[in-house]
Structure formats: structure tokens, C-alpha cells
């Protein structure tokens, strides 16, 4: 089970970290991605990380101004968000595969097996 948080409403060129809690002995053997889904849309990859965390995965939309991590300890995985832009806005889910992949990043949702309810990010001009 995941459940996201951290969204909120901020000012284009704002910061914003979004938290994905699971839940689930076999957190530590997934993959979790971001992704975002805006009014009218499909959803949108944004970012992914192996179980281990070696290995990251980024949209060419957000490269250099999201970093995603994780704490396996702490069962939580995080997006980092800096120099928000409107075009940000977006409902934002995390979601979660099991692999054994050390490098293993896929950004397609229907490779992705348990998904959370989503955190709304508003960014304002």
C-alpha cells in the first residue's frame, strides 16, 4: 500500500518535496516511480528509482530540477522538486513494481503494479 503527500499550492520557482509512506514487507525489493496526471490528461512519467536506489530515471521535463530518492529503512520514497513551473501542476501518484533490477527504471504506468491515491501540486504564476 502507498500513500503520497507533500503537494500544496506554491509560486513558479518554488520548492516542493512530495513523500510516498509503504507499507508491505517487500517495499525494499520495488521500484518506485512518480508520475502526474494534469486536468484532461493522461498520466505522465516523471521519475523512477530501482529498489536498491542506484539507479534513477527522470523525464526530460523535470531533469535537473527533480531528484527522486528513497530511505528503505523508512519505507519512503521522495520527490524533490525545485524551480516549479505552472506547467508542474498536476495531480502526482506514487507507484510501486517488484524487481530484482539493480538498474531496472521503467516510466510506463501500466508496467507498475500498486499505485497510491495522488497529492495535488499547484504552481501558481
Known amino acids: 500500500q502507498l500513500q503520497a503527500s507533500g503537494g500544496g499550492l506554491v509560486q513558479a520557482g518554488g520548492s516542493l518535496r512530495l513523500s510516498c509512506a509503504a507499507s508491505g514487507r517487500t517495499f525494499s525489493n520495488c521500484v518506485v516511480g512518480w508520475f502526474r496526471q494534469a486536468p484532461g490528461k493522461e498520466h505522465e512519467f516523471v521519475a523512477a528509482i530501482s529498489w536498491s536506489g542506484s539507479s534513477t530515471n527522470y523525464a526530460d521535463s523535470v531533469k535537473g530540477r527533480f531528484t527522486i530518492s528513497r530511505d528503505n529503512a523508512k519505507k519512503m520514497v521522495y520527490l524533490q522538486m525545485n524551480s516549479l513551473k505552472p506547467e508542474d501542476t498536476a495531480v502526482y501518484y506514487c507507484?510501486?513494481?517488484?524487481?530484482?533490477?539493480?538498474?531496472?527504471?521503467?516510466?510506463?504506468?501500466?508496467?507498475?503494479?500498486?499505485w497510491g491515491q495522488g497529492t495535488l501540486v499547484t504552481v501558481s504564476s
Open positions: 507507484a510501486a513494481v517488484e524487481s530484482g533490477s539493480y538498474y531496472y527504471t521503467p516510466n510506463t504506468p501500466n508496467t507498475y503494479d500498486y
